[in-house]
């Protein structure tokens, strides 16, 4: 069952790459938008979208009857399951809205998120005490749905910045949005760099004292440079260009800021490389490729926050507060994931009072919706492997 698990979720991928392929062709037509071959590209990409849909529904099912628990303990399948909901939240709107060129956006960000997933342990585990119980489902696959669809107000809204900001010229605008392209292409990069080093078949270990004062090997995959604190080298290999601060807790703490700072690095480079290739930045090489309305651009990422706010509270928020009552007799800790939970409600109940109230459309929403979303991966990125606390079980 876990090998058709597995066949199931690369079959989901290659058919996501291939409705990518079609949403692209479908803005081909530069004279008529709503020509026929557009909307027949259009439907074909759709199509393909819901079949991936349905494939990666059927990984989700299949990983599930393997394990005997919902698919969603650890960092590997949270974040497959956070790509999954995405899809179904652009198929949802993109139903609503029927526009393409969301689809030319949106399915490559599914799919970095996807590919992202895979570079983690994707071994099937027990679950550990902490999770046993029906609450794992319930909270985390709200809290995923919830940041599925506020995902697309970041596609919507990053989409709108790059047609409307004069690229022409460099601004702080051009840079911001450069930056957050930047982080798009610092996936890319992480995950290139690990299949390379995976495929060399890397591996650097260390022995190290684990929280019960016993010794214990950690074993790192790519080349060290944030080195295990207080960690002895069990091999020849280069040794670590800075030890890990030690307020960073766990025994994999400086395994996970290692992959984190190779994804920077790696990111950079291939960046660099895009800037030589196009000769230009990569959001005024984007710009005239962007033919979607900003009205209808400024709606759907204004729906997507509508319904994704209210899903997101009701599990990172209330439904995590009363497992956290069973688990550890409290509703709330501070936890560095239930501080960033909270920081991603407040911002986005901001959004909505300005939005609301202020009458905050256009550029500044834009602007809201893609910070929003850099929260959100900061919580599943860098907290998951940086500031590692009770939730971190990557």
Same mark, same amino acid.
């Given at each position: ?297 400024? &709606?759907? /990422? ?5 319904? #994704? *706010?209210? =899903?997101? +509270? ?48 256009? &550029?500044? /929403? ?5 910070? #929003? *979303?850099? =929260?959100? +991966? ?17």
């Amino acid at each position: 069952m876990a090998e058709i698990s597995s066949t199931l979720l690369y079959g989901a991928f290659i058919i996501y790459l291939f409705a990518t392929l079609f949403f692209a062709m479908s803005l081909s037509d530069k004279k008529h938008e709503k020509a026929a071959h557009t909307q027949k590209w259009g439907k074909i990409g759709f199509i393909t979208s819901c079949v991936g849909f349905a494939a990666q529904l059927g990984y989700f099912i299949t990983r599930w009857i393997a394990s005997g628990h919902a698919p969603v303990s650890n960092l590997f399948e949270f974040t497959t399951f956070f790509g999954m909901m995405m899809v179904l939240a652009f198929i949802i709107l993109y139903a609503i809205y029927r526009t393409n060129g969301l689809g030319v956006f949106a399915m490559p960000v599914a799919l970095l998120v996807i590919a992202y997933a895979s570079m983690f342990p994707k071994d099937i585990s027990p679950l550990i005490p902490a999770l046993q119980s029906d609450w794992l489902k319930i909270h985390v696959t709200t809290a995923a749905l919830g940041e599925g669809i506020l995902a697309i107000s970041f596609v919507s809204g990053l989409i709108y910045l790059i047609r409307t900001v004069d690229q022409s010229i460099s601004s702080k605008k051009t840079m911001w949005i450069e930056i957050v392209l930047y982080t798009l292409v610092s996936v890319v990069g992480f995950i290139v760099i690990s299949a390379a080093f995976k495929g060399l078949g890397y591996e650097a270990s260390f022995e190290i004292m684990n929280d019960q004062n016993q010794p214990e090997k950690i074993v790192y995959e790519m080349p060290v440079i944030a080195g295990p604190a207080n960690g002895e080298p069990l091999d020849d290999s280069f040794g670590p260009v800075f030890s890990t601060p030690s307020w960073m807790n766990g025994v994999d703490a400086s395994i996970k800021l290692n992959t984190f700072i190779w994804s920077l690095l790696s990111g950079a480079v291939l960046y660099g490389l895009l800037r030589v290739i196009l000769r230009k930045r990569i959001g005024a090489a984007l710009q005239p490729k962007v033919k979607i309305k900003s009205e209808l651009l400024d &709606e759907i /990422s204004y729906r997507a926050v509508a319904i #994704g *706010f209210p =899903i997101f +509270t009701l599990g990172a928020l209330i439904f995590a507060m009363i497992w956290a009552q069973e688990a550890w007799s409290r509703f709330w800790g501070w936890d560095p994931k239930e501080v960033w939970a909270l920081i991603t409600f407040l911002f986005y109940a901001a959004y909505l009072h300005f939005r609301l109230s202020r009458g905050w459309h256009g &550029e500044k /929403s834009a602007w809201l919706c893609v910070l #929003g *979303f850099w =929260i959100i +991966t900061f919580n599943l990125i860098a907290v998951n492997l940086v500031l590692v606390g009770l939730h971190s079980y990557a």
